[in-house]
């Protein structure tokens, strides 16, 4: 199921980062040791009433000179546009209407997509309402006054934000193939890969500086079942705006990875993974995708009988936040292993789906207290009752305590790897939620 995706887009100090952290701040859970959740995060999941969806902030840029600020400024704005459902257009009541605003206004006419402008800073309405009005000049709609440091306006803006969402947002769940998105750091081989699968050229790989595309949605039938396979290519670094651009290609992997089931991190076996890489596979593994490690250009690697399981034990070493993950040794050049990436797709894709009788649980769960008594703490001891599964796509467990205080992340972790042991669950993350129930 895809969440619609909201981006915040406006030029510099206008508040965008303020807005995004009012609208999804207190929503994050920081993960502290799962890398993709930094402190500059970008994206963020906000429910408003009925509706989800991904946030985006394109914020952040703060232009050394007047010449790049432009051009930074459209690279940011093209990504968030080219990947949003609908945008934010944010402007700033106090330093008013800019010849910037009207520039990016200009762009996000061409675009074709939904946006909601809105004022912000106004802190007071009856003081600048006046004010406010000079955006209609802008000629995108009604300018919506908000105050994103002291939340005013918030609710109506996001109102009219949901209103614009498409209908078929969060539809996609009556197809019943495998969504794939292929991610991983430019030029690691993604789309190589999936040509090969192909068997003919069909994504294109361009090397022009500053190309940008949508994910690009492959059909790919084999062994007469149909895969769609989400590809994140065209994105290419360029020289002053490199970092923005790394920063940007995250956005584009939270989106394709938000719709696929299975995720394929791809990564270069001459590089070895990188921080990129470990960022990308936070962002799956945070939204509880199932993960297989392709390790492309493999056969580029000089081999002896000891290289294939040094290599594993430094990648599970660097990825250790998910051991769960299948590893695969491929090359897109030669084809090698590739026709068994389907097979692992397929083995992840049933783990991600498993329901496990919910007696057949309990006794998992008796026997690992039996064997490794909970904790206590002052004298009091946790106790188990129940367990019982409540989703797939993951496995997701509720646990009912007598005090989630002392439920420990380790031994949730042991209940974890108890259930895994008893079931497998390769490839796939499982989450937990504790839930306390009184002693009767």
């Known amino acids: 199921m895809s969440k619609p995706v909201v981006a915040v887009v406006g030029r510099p100090n206008v508040g965008k980062s303020t807005l995004f952290n009012a609208l999804a701040g207190e929503m994050i859970s920081i993960v502290k040791d799962t890398p993709g959740v930094t402190r500059d995060r970008i994206y963020a999941d906000v429910s408003w009433l009925d509706k989800e969806f991904t946030l985006i902030d394109t914020g952040g ?34 330093q008013g209407l800019l010849d910037a605003d009207s520039k990016v206004a200009n762009m996000l006419r061409r675009s074709a997509k939904p946006v909601i402008l809105a004022v912000n800073k106004v802190d007071n309405f009856d003081k600048f309402m006046p004010d406010v009005y000079e955006f209609y000049n802008l000629g995108i709609g009604d300018p919506v006054p908000i105050s994103a440091s002291s939340r005013l306006g918030l609710g109506d803006m996001l109102d009219k934000v949901t209103a614009l969402f498409p209908e078929s947002a969060g539809e996609e769940s009556e197809d019943e193939r495998p969504r794939v998105a292929i991610v991983g750091k430019p030029n690691v081989g993604k789309s190589s890969i999936i040509n090969k699968l192909l068997g003919r050229q069909r994504v294109i790989v361009s090397d022009i500086a500053g190309t940008t595309r949508d994910a690009i949605d492959t059909e790919i039938t084999h062994n007469g079942k149909e895969y769609v396979f989400i590809d994140t290519a065209g994105l290419r670094r360029r020289n002053k705006i490199k970092e923005e651009l790394e920063r940007y290609s995250i956005i584009r992997t939270v989106t394709a990875v938000e719709r696929a089931d299975v995720v394929l991190v791809v990564i270069d076996a001459a590089e070895g993974v990188t921080e990129q890489d470990a960022k990308i596979a936070g962002i799956a593994h945070e939204r509880g995708k199932g993960i297989i490690i392709v390790v492309n250009k493999w056969d580029a690697i000089e081999k002896n009988d000891k290289t294939m399981r040094e290599y594993e034990s430094r990648v599970r070493q660097i990825l250790s936040f998910i051991p769960y993950a299948e590893i695969m040794y491929v090359s897109a050049q030669t084809g090698q292993r590739l026709p068994k990436l389907f097979d692992k797709i397929d083995m992840v894709m049933e783990n991600q789906t498993l329901r496990v009788a919910t007696g057949v649980l309990n006794e998992i769960m008796m026997e690992a207290v039996a064997m490794q008594q909970p904790p206590s703490d002052k004298g009091k001891r946790l106790k188990l009752y129940y367990i019982t599964q409540v989703s797939v796509k993951p496995p997701t467990f509720v646990i009912f305590v007598n005090d989630k205080e002392l439920m420990h992340f380790s ?15 390769k490839g796939t993350s499982l989450k937990f939620f504790i839930r306390e129930r009184r002693e009767r």
């Open 61 to 94: 840029i703060e232009p050394e000179s007047k010449d790049i600020i432009l051009s930074q400024m459209r690279e940011q704005a093209q990504i968030a546009i080219d990947t949003a459902d609908v945008i934010i257009f944010l402007t700033d009541v106090r």
């Open 411 to 425: 031994y949730t972790r042991y209940l974890e790897n108890k259930i895994r042991e008893a079931f497998g669950f």
